[in-house]
């Protein structure tokens, strides 16, 4: 493949610069959008063909959201003209935009989790004063639209007790109910289970069979080339380039998103393990309800090894995670720290792990990882602020923790570098390396982490495997979650696959095939009969 | 204890609760909607001092409940444009409207009618009486359901039969009709709202409007109809009571009912039983006074169990980056 340098005037040409036989659906042009001193949309320029699934790439931050919120009307852009179906309309709020056709499939639901899913339906389109008529209309519409869409959903369910998939197929309803002829959806995989996410393809594809048009925004580039047919890539707030699916390839797209090469297979030498610092015994943990989702688990994380956890959302991997961190306690069963048992019961537990040199990099960054109204630099100490650095008395050495952070901003390259930036205003992957950066260099025996890369862009993503892979090459027992079977895949020395609260079977990531492991992780477990 | 004691005291309860069940409605509407409001005292209480004023002036009740209704309509309106269009902590939005309340109407008061801070004595015509209902007196010679329907449903104010009609109209509101579902869904996750391309503050404000003319009726209750005139602090802590109440019935509007009953029959029972004996002994009234209280204490941290009311309770909306 050539080099493209993305700076390039000759950077891949726009796919289609005359007028598609089925017309453009949307036109976007020169749009301009700032919050306050950032610029989150440089004169976009950007044409959707009708009856397409389109593309957008870009890093968080790059502007993707923003776009496609000015489209829906839930900001107003300072400049530019937006054009549906040919003509121009300046599109003031949601209600025109959904009046023109364009609806939004956000990637935090916009539903009323203790509604029924007719009432969420009806919501803001509803038909006249009292709600029986508009019920009535829209039971008999979206058993319509399940046949022709295949959308299945039960209409009296409350949303709140379905699960995830099943609430984003509200939201698709949502907006067909409403008449959209286009259909934006930001980020619609990033919470959904791999079999959810094939079911929402199947969804799409039929959606663009019946002539609508479709806008999907993503950063994951797999789901780009299985499912556009154009692709669009934003950078830093700007259009780099549109150009067909089927003439580009990922690493092409990869560059243009962060404007450079990168690597995306992890380049990672053989492991040497030592002697087992982690051993997990016959632990046995339960779940907020009593019910037990750890079921006699053992195993063992050698000195410079990785022992990736693969396995579907939900089958006893975070209470497994939380138990042996010490924020769980545990039923029975034993956590052995390089020799030595650990205690963990209390809720001091993970402070005592910690103590013990076991660090964790917890699986919901935002929720367990910051504290997000904080600052840099105290998000860099939590959880550490009593170690004698920051002083002794007490009062805390702020000039001290501030000098710290300031190096591991700079190591960690954490961007904006600014210690006093308040957590929540980093993008995903920022924070994730400010929580890295906290765990690793306490230099632990130990590093358990979960979903080191959930959220997080191309370019952090990179990074981040790579200061595993460091750790791991400095002797430690890293022990790693992760939903993604890719990331499991080319990070673990040793996959343990969990199914229903049970390590169900080991494999080797050099020889196991996707296929192997995905029997394993739906509980299927004849291979080692066959062996 | 006899039917007519029994019966009293149910009389009682009903009038008790009365301005209980008013402001736990209005209280309905505002936190359905994910309005916070601590401020249904203040209101009242402003209302009662505006509906006795301006009768005790005017000499018509009526005029003097639209006086109350008027000033708590307006004192909604400076708590709607700090919590909802400048987006100020809710909390202290009410809190405020409390203490301006509760300062305003003893100086008002004591300026205008010089009699410490009290209104004058209401005449006949300046309060609401009792409404006797068609065949009340005919139908009390009936074995039980006579004195029941003559005596415990009949002969209330207005404002009594009002306040129990509002509790179905109120879940006729929000369960049937489309503001009703949008003022839930508000309260629950406003940006479900306004991506469905709804106002949220207008909603909200809507909202906050309708607990303030409930909140009126509550505050006129006191003054123009249980009582003849205002007197300081004359609510007496009732608002909070209502929030108490709203709580307990998970802000749903038929539970809310029973629940200001419940209060109610305490409150009646307080006052049957003052000058009771225990064991040979009299209770002191202080003790039984605060029997209500005590009960609402030991109900709310017993018996609710986990109370989750509408999520995005408390918090202004703003639509973030």
């Not at chain 1, 489209?71 to 025109?96: C, K, M, P, Q």
């Not at chain 2, 991506?195 to 207008?202: D, E, F, L, Q, R």
């Amino acid at each position: 493949m050539s080099e493209i340098n993305p700076q390039d005037p000759q950077r891949p040409q726009p796919a289609a610069a005359s007028v598609p036989a089925s017309g453009w659906a949307i036109e976007l042009e020169k749009i301009n959008k700032r919050f306050g001193p950032v610029h989150a949309n440089k004169d976009i320029d950007l044409k959707i063909e009708r009856g397409t699934i389109h593309g957008i790439v870009g890093e968080n931050g790059a502007g993707k959201s923003t776009l496609m919120s000015i489209l829906y009307g839930f900001y107003t852009a300072d400049s530019g003209t937006i054009r549906v179906n040919g003509e121009v309309h300046a599109i003031t709020d949601s209600r025109h935009a959904l009046a023109l056709g364009i609806g939004m499939v956000h990637q935090h639901f916009m539903l009323v989790d203790n509604f029924s899913v007719l009432e969420n339906v009806i919501l803001g389109a509803e038909d006249s004063g009292l709600l029986k008529p508009s019920l009535d209309r829209a039971r008999k519409e979206l058993d319509r639209l399940e046949t022709e869409y295949d959308l299945e959903v039960n209409p009296d369910a409350i949303v709140e007790d379905i699960s995830v998939g099943q609430q984003q197929r509200v939201e698709i309803l949502k907006a067909l109910y409403r008449g959209a002829e286009t259909l934006i959806l930001d980020e619609p995989t990033g919470v959904l289970t791999p079999k959810e996410a094939d079911d929402l393809f199947r969804v799409l594809e039929t959606l663009r069979a019946q002539g609508k048009t479709v806008i999907l925004i993503t950063h994951k580039l797999r789901e780009i080339m299985a499912i556009t047919d154009n692709v669009s890539v934003m950078r830093q707030g700007e259009m780099v380039a549109t150009v067909k699916t089927a003439e580009t390839s990922p690493e092409q797209l990869a560059e243009l998103m962060v404007g450079r090469r990168v690597l995306l297979r992890i380049d990672k030498g053989e492991a040497h393990p030592g002697k087992t610092l982690l051993e997990v015994q016959n632990l046995v943990v339960a779940d907020d309800l009593g019910i037990v989702r750890v079921k006699d688990v053992s195993f063992s994380v050698r000195a410079g090894e990785i022992v990736g956890i693969a396995g579907v959302s939900g089958n006893g991997q975070s209470e497994l995670l939380e138990s042996v961190t010490g924020m769980r306690d545990q039923r029975s069963g034993n956590v052995v720290l390089n020799g030595n048992p650990l205690s963990l019961k209390g809720d001091d537990g993970a402070a005592r792990a910690r103590a013990a040199g076991l660090a964790h990099v917890p699986e919901d960054r935002q929720r367990m990882g910051l504290v997000t109204s904080f600052s840099e630099w105290e998000n860099s100490i939590l959880g550490y602020h009593e170690t004698p650095t920051y002083g002794t008395g007490p009062l805390l050495d702020i000039a001290a923790a501030k000098r710290e952070a300031a190096e591991r901003i700079k190591t960690f390259d954490v961007r904006p570098a600014d210690i006093n930036l308040k957590g929540s205003l980093f993008s995903g992957g920022n924070q994730q390396k400010i929580v890295l950066a906290r765990e690793m260099e306490r230099n632990p025996d130990v590093l358990v982490v979960g979903q080191p890369t959930r959220g997080v862009d191309i370019g952090a993503i990179e990074f981040i495997h790579n200061q595993i892979i460091k750790m791991r090459d400095a002797g430690k027992a890293i022990l790693l979650v992760s939903v993604e079977l890719d990331e499991i895949r080319s990070l673990a020395d040793r996959i343990l696959v969990m199914f229903d609260g049970q390590i169900v079977g080991e494999a080797d990531p050099a020889t196991a095939t996707e296929g192997e492991l995905g029997l394993m992780m739906a509980g299927v477990t004849d291979r080692k009969a066959a062996e | 204890m006899d039917m007519g004691a029994i019966l009293s005291i149910l009389d009682a309860t009903l009038r008790l609760s009365t301005p209980l069940l008013l402001a736990c409605l209005a209280g309905l509407y505002s936190e359905r909607a994910g309005i916070f409001d601590i401020g249904l005292e203040g209101k009242m209480l402003a209302a009662a001092f505006a509906a006795a004023a301006v009768a005790a002036v005017s000499g018509s009740a009526w005029i003097g409940l639209m006086a109350g209704m008027a000033v708590s309509v307006m004192t909604a309106c400076l708590q709607g444009v700090a919590a909802i269009t400048l987006k100020g902590n809710q909390l202290i939005a009410g809190v405020a409207i409390n203490m301006l309340a509760a300062g305003l109407t003893t100086f008002l008061g004591q300026q205008w009618f010089h009699q410490g801070g009290r209104t004058p004595a209401l005449g006949p015509d300046g309060r609401f009486g009792a409404i006797q209902l068609p065949f009340a007196a005919e139908l009390s010679g009936v074995p039980i359901l006579g004195p029941i329907y003559a005596d415990l449903i009949s002969g209330h104010y207005l404002l009594v039969y009002i306040a129990f009609a509002m509790v179905a109209v109120t879940a006729y509101v929000l369960y049937r009709t489309r503001f009703g579902l949008r003022l839930r869904a508000v309260g629950e996750n406003p940006k479900a709202v306004d991506t469905a391309g709804i106002s949220v503050n207008k909603l909200r404000f809507q909202a906050v409007l309708i607990t303030g003319l409930l909140c009126g009726l509550a505050g006129a209750y006191f003054s123009i109809a249980q009582g003849s005139g205002f007197g300081n602090n004359m609510t007496a802590g009732k608002g909070y009571i209502a929030l108490a109440a709203l709580i307990f019935a998970k802000w749903k509007p038929v539970p809310a009912m029973f629940t200001c009953l419940l209060f109610g029959f305490l409150d009646a029972l307080q006052i049957r039983l003052q000058s009771a004996e225990l064991f040979g002994i009299e209770v002191p009234v202080q003790a039984i006074q605060a029997l209500p209280y005590v009960l609402t204490v030991v109900l709310l941290a017993g018996f609710i169990g986990k109370a989750v009311g509408p999520k995005a309770g408390g918090v202004p909306y703003t639509k973030e980056r």
